[in-house]
T-cell receptor
Framework: DQQVKQNSPSLSVQEGRISILNCDYT??????FLWYKKYPAEGPTFLIS?????DKNEDGRFTVFLNKSAKHLSLHIVPSQPGDSAVYFC????????????FGKGITLSVRP | KAGVTQTPRYLIKTRGQQVTLSCSPI?????VSWYQQTPGQGLQFLFE???????NKGNFPGRFSGRQFSNSRSEMNVSTLELGDSALYLC??????????????FGEGSRLTVL
């Protein structure tokens, strides 16, 4: 059962435009969400996160939006740069002493120069 | 400070063999988690260790096991390897584990190929 879903496996965007990466979840107990970025031959690196008590978190060019009623979150990258080309993973967790991160399958973002 | 270090980076095994992967967390981090990444399934949680105790476990068969040492270094072992075990195995560390902010620091992974 895939509790975190990234239904679009890939996205191609022109440099300078906005990239919107979507993520859906099914477990209503999730209360913290994270995005990780992964380049080939490297481990994932933390990008941005959001708590369920918020609906938006912004960090430079990256903004994450959370719609709890729809169980949907999205990552906006504005403006997109060629260096943003990577695989982006959405992850979620339930706060607790033994919680783990549940990841989606990832979205491959390609930013065209 | 040094990041998460995983060894070996690449290895090739044959079916039926066993393999041991090693992970050295960031200095001061006490939690180590292991994930399996395959093209079709994304990152699948294997287990988490904190202060030498397994604190959480994913849905993998008993062939997958791990341990953590007093210096927080961790190893995972896969016995009786199957072709489907071919994957990138990622180790991640954090100060207290995913009980707080959830941010994990990943190593570069160990790429296992089973022939």
């Amino acid at each position: 059962d895939q509790q975190v879903k990234q239904n679009s496996p890939s996205l191609s965007v022109q440099e300078g435009r906005i990239s919107i990466l979507n993520c859906d979840y099914t477990n209503s107990m999730f209360d913290y969400f994270l995005w990780y970025k992964k380049y080939p031959a490297e481990g994932p690196t933390f990008l941005i996160s959001i708590s369920s008590i918020k609906d938006k978190n912004e960090d430079g060019r990256f903004t994450v939006f959370l719609n709890k009623s729809a169980k949907h979150l999205s990552l906006h990258i504005v403006p997109s740069q060629p260096g943003d080309s990577a695989v982006y993973f959405c992850a979620a967790r339930v706060t607790g002493a033994n919680s783990k991160l549940t990841f989606g399958k990832g979205i491959t973002l390609s930013v065209r120069p | 400070k040094a990041g998460v270090t995983q060894t070996p980076r690449y290895l090739i095994k044959t079916r039926g063999q066993q393999v041991t992967l090693s992970c050295s967390p960031i200095s001061g981090h006490r939690s180590v988690s292991w994930y399996q990444q395959t093209p079709g399934q994304g990152l699948q949680f294997l287990f988490e260790y904190f202060s030498e105790t397994q604190r959480n476990k994913g849905n993998f068969p008993g062939r997958f096991s791990g341990r953590q040492f007093s210096n927080s270094r961790s190893e995972m072992n896969v016995s009786t390897l199957e072709l489907g075990d071919s994957a990138l195995y990622l180790c991640a560390s954090s100060w207290t584990g995913t009980a707080t902010t959830g941010e994990l620091f990943f190593g570069e992974g160990s790429r296992l190929t089973v022939l």
